[in-house]
């Protein structure tokens, strides 16, 4: 059964940064794009950022943009979300995702995405 597992989630102050950890486990995924989306209970998930099969294209939320970076190492399998200068706000649990589509360069829509993790809380305090 295939997994994807996140890791790195956390409580930090305002202004910290976190990184965000995604490996699948039972198959490679370094042919599919991947994502990562954010919940708030009570609100629908949104998107965060996404990078292509290869790391070629990247995209962001407006809210993000210029304070996370997403990036992948198709060698270790791994895709990372680096967040910095983190505001209250970005407190949710974050979600990886792994695309349906190969050799696709990304994509802003969940339904894009066909394998989801279980998420890891980030908690971000003012």
């Known amino acids: 059964q295939v997994q994807l597992v996140e890791s790195g989630g956390g409580l930090v102050q305002a202004g910290g940064s976190l990184r965000l950890s995604c490996a699948p486990s039972g198959r490679s995924f370094s042919s599919k794009a991947m994502g990562w989306f954010r919940q708030v209970p009570g609100k629908e998930r949104e998107f965060v950022a996404s990078i292509s099969w290869n790391g070629g294209s990247t995209y962001y939320a407006d809210s993000v943009k210029g304070r996370f970076t997403i990036s992948r190492d198709n060698a270790k399998n791994t895709v990372y979300l680096q967040m910095s200068s983190l505001k209250p706000e970005d407190t949710a649990v974050y979600y990886c995702?792994?695309?349906?589509?190969?050799?696709?360069?990304?994509?802003?829509?969940?339904?894009?995405?066909?394998?989801w993790g279980q998420g890891t809380q980030v908690t971000v305090s003012s």
């Open positions: 995702a792994a695309g349906r589509t190969p050799y696709y360069s990304g994509s802003y829509y969940d339904r894009d995405y066909a394998y």
